[in-house]
C-alpha cells in the first residue's frame, strides 16, 4: 500500500519532487567538491614540504657505525633507514628513517636510541609532516589541529546544509498533513508513515546525490587545473596533480546520503508524531495572517499589495532559509568585490606605482652575504642591463638624547608625541636603525647623486621622519629627524658588548638610493658602503642571511624584453649561488591572476550560496502550489482576475528578491564608508573603480530566477481546476 502511494504521490506532484531533487543534487555537489578539493589540498601540502624537506618521518644523529645503521634497518617496525650524507659531517652521523606504522613513530624512536645507546636527544621527529597525517607527540600540550580543522569544516558543512535543504522536505510533507491524519486515523502507525516518507527521501534522492557527487569530482578537478594556470608563476610552488581516492568518494556519498537523510527524517519524524485529529483539522492551506498589515505594500501595489504581503507574511518560516541564502550571496559577493577593489587601489599606489621607476628584476640571493657574493661587475656587465646594485640588510638600534631631535620635531611634540617612542630613565629614547649596505660602486654613485664627496668611511643617514600627527599614511608628510651637526652614529648593541662601534656620518638626506625598500616611518635609516660594513661587520648584530640583487633594465615596458634579461641574470647567479628571482612586470601579472583566482574560487562560493537560496524559492513557490490553490481560488470567486493573481505574484517575487538586495547594499554601503575611511582614499578614487556593473549583473540575475520560480508556479496555478481545489482534497 505505502509502495504505491508514494509512488502515485511522485509522479502526480513532479514539482515538489524536483524541488527535493534539486536540493539533494546541490548537497551532493557541495559536499563532493569539498570532499576533493580538501582531499587534494591535503596531498599538495604533503607533496611541498617531502620536496622541502624530505620524506623522512624520524632522523637519528650520533655517532652510527655500519652494524648500527643494519640494525635500524632491521627493526621491526623500519620500512627504510638512509644515511644523509648532506647533512653528516662533525655532528655525527644523520640517520632518515620512515616506519611502515607511522602512528607508533614516538614509542619506537625511543627503543631505537636506546638500543643503540644513544641519548634521548638524539632523535628528533619530522612533526610537521607528522601533523599531515594526524600524528602527533603525546607529550605536546598544543599539536597542531590542521587535519582536525578540515574534519570539523566538513561537520559544519554538513550541518548547514541539513538546516537548507530540509525545508523542501518539509514544505513537500506538510502539504500531506491533512491526509496523512486521515490514515492515521484509520490505523496507520507513526512509524509506518515515517517509513513511507523515509521511502520517498530514498527514492527522489539516490539518483540526484550520484550525480552530484560525480559532477563535485569533476569540478573539484576544473577548480585545481584553473589554480595550477593562475598559480604557474608563482615561485617556489609546484604543480598541482589531481589525485583521488576511492575512501575520498566513500565518505563523500556517506556524508551526502547522511545529510540527506536526517534533512528529510526531522520533518517527516514531527509529521509521523501529530495526533491524528489535529492533522485533520489542518486544512492543508497557507494560513494567512488576516491582521497583518502590509500597509507598505498595499499603499504601493493596492490589493494585490496587501495580499502578496500577508502570503509572504505567512510563508515567513519556509522563506527564512531563502532569505538567509541570498543575503549571504548578495553580501558575499558585493563585499568580496568591494574589498579587492580597495585592495587593488592600495596595492596599485603604496607598491606598483610606488617603486615602478626603482626595479626591474630582483634576485635573492639566499645564505649568502654581500661580501661573498662575486658577481657584482659580471651583472653590470650583461647586455640590456642599464643599472645594478647588491645590498644587505640589517637592525640595530641607537640611544637619542634630546640634544639629536630636529627643531621640527621637538616643536612636534619629540618622539613620543610624534612616533609613540617614551624616553627612558636617562632621558634618552632608543630608536631602530636600519642599516643597508651597498656594494661600494654603488656607495660611490649614490654619494654623488646626492652631491656629496664619494667615500667609503662613513654613512649616509635618511633624516626623516612621519608626521603621523598632520598627515595620513596614504598621504605622509615628513620632517626631519635630528639635527644635522651630529657626525656620528653610537650604536647600542656595541654599547652594551663594551665596545663602542661608531658611525661617521657623511651627510644627511631626503633622498634614498633606487631601491625597492619600505623604510621605516620612525626609524634613523643609514646607508653605509661594503668596505665599512666589512670593518665593524664583528660587532654588529645579526645580519641578514640573504643578499639581494636589484637590475634596472634598458627596456623597462616589455614582458618579453624583462623576461629574456631575467633570465641571463639570474641564470648567471643561480649557477654559482642559491637564488630566487622575480621582475616587475611578471610580478603584476602574477599579482593580477592570484587576485583573479581568489575572486573566482570566492564568486563561485556566493554563487553557491545563490543556488541554494534559488533552489529554495524553487521548492517554496512549487512545494505550496497544494496549499495556495484553495487561496487562488477563493480569490477567484470573488472576483480577483488572473492578471491581479500575476501581479501578487510578480510582488512577492520582487519582495524575495529585493529584501537580501536592500540589505546588502546598505550593508556594503557601511562597509565601503568604513574601508574608505581607514584607507585615507578619496571617495571618488573608488567611485571611478566601484565594480557596479557585475554587481547589477549578479542581482538582476537573482532577480531573474526569482521571478522565473514565480512564473512556472503561477501558469501551474491557473491549470488547476480552482472549482475541484474548494471542493475537495486531492493531491494536484
Known sequence: MWKDYSTGYIKNNRSSSISIMVAAFISALFLSLLCSLFYNFWIYEIQQIVLEEGDWQGRIIGVISEDDLLDIQNFANVEKAVVNEKLSGEQGTVVDVCFQNTRTIFSDMPLLIEHLGLAEDAASYHLLLLSRYMIHDPKDEEPPLLMAFYLVVLFIVSFSLILIIRKSFAVSMNARIHQFGIFSSIGATPGQILACLMQEAAVLCAVPILLGSLLGIATGHGVMRVMNVIAADVEGRHEAVWQYHPLVLAITLLSAVLTVLFSAWMPARKLSRKPPLEAIRNAGGLQLKKKKNARVLSLLFGIEGELAGNALASQKKALRTTTLSLTLSFLGFTMMLCFFTLSGISTRETYFEKYQDVWDIMITVKDTSIEAFKLTEALQKVPGVNDGIVYQKTMESTSLGAEWLSEELAAAGGLEAVAGISAAEHGESQVKVPIIILDDVSFKKYCTKIGITSQLDGAVVLNQIWDRLNSDFRHPQYI?????????????????????????????????????????????????????????????????????????????????????????????????????????????????????????????????????????????????????????????????????????????????????????????????????????????????????????????????????????????????????????????
Open 480 to 732: 626631519p629627524f635630528v639635527k644635522e651637526g651630529q657626525k656620528k652614529t653610537v650604536l647600542d648593541s656595541a654599547r652594551q658588548e663594551g665596545e663602542a662601534v661608531e658611525i661617521p656620518v657623511l651627510a644627511y638626506t631626503r633622498e634614498v638610493p633606487v631601491l625597492r625598500e619600505e623604510y621605516d616611518n620612525f626609524s634613523l635609516v643609514h646607508f653605509i658602503p661594503l668596505a665599512l660594513g666589512k670593518e665593524i661587520s664583528g660587532q654588529l648584530g645579526e645580519t641578514q642571511k640573504d643578499a639581494y640583487v636589484r637590475i634596472l633594465a634598458n627596456e623597462r615596458t616589455s614582458l618579453v624584453a624583462l623576461d629574456a634579461l631575467e633570465e641571463v641574470v639570474a641564470g648567471l647567479v643561480k649557477a654559482e649561488y642559491p637564488a630566487e628571482s622575480e621582475n616587475r612586470i611578471q610580478d603584476k601579472l602574477t599579482n593580477d591572476d592570484m587576485i583573479n583566482g581568489f575572486m573566482l574560487i570566492l564568486g563561485a562560493f556566493c554563487v553557491l550560496l545563490a543556488v541554494i537560496g534559488i533552489a529554495n524559492i524553487f521548492s517554496v513557490t512549487l512545494g505550496f502550489l497544494y496549499q495556495r490553490k484553495r487561496e487562488f481560488a477563493q480569490y477567484m470567486s470573488v472576483g480577483m482576475t488572473p492578471a491581479g493573481m500575476r501581479k501578487m505574484f510578480g510582488i512577492e517575487a520582487m519582495v524575495i528578491a529585493g529584501r537580501p538586495l536592500l540589505i546588502t547594499l546598505l550593508l556594503t554601503a557601511v562597509f565601503v564608508a568604513f574601508a574608505v575611511t581607514a584607507s585615507h582614499l578619496e571617495p571618488m578614487e573608488f567611485l571611478r573603480e566601484a565594480p557596479i556593473v557585475p554587481i547589477a549583473i549578479f542581482s538582476l540575475a537573482i532577480l531573474g530566477f526569482v521571478g522565473l520560480a514565480y512564473y512556472i508556479s503561477g501558469n501551474k496555478v491557473f491549470k488547476i481546476d480552482l472549482t475541484d481545489a474548494l471542493r475537495n482534497d486531492t493531491m494536484i
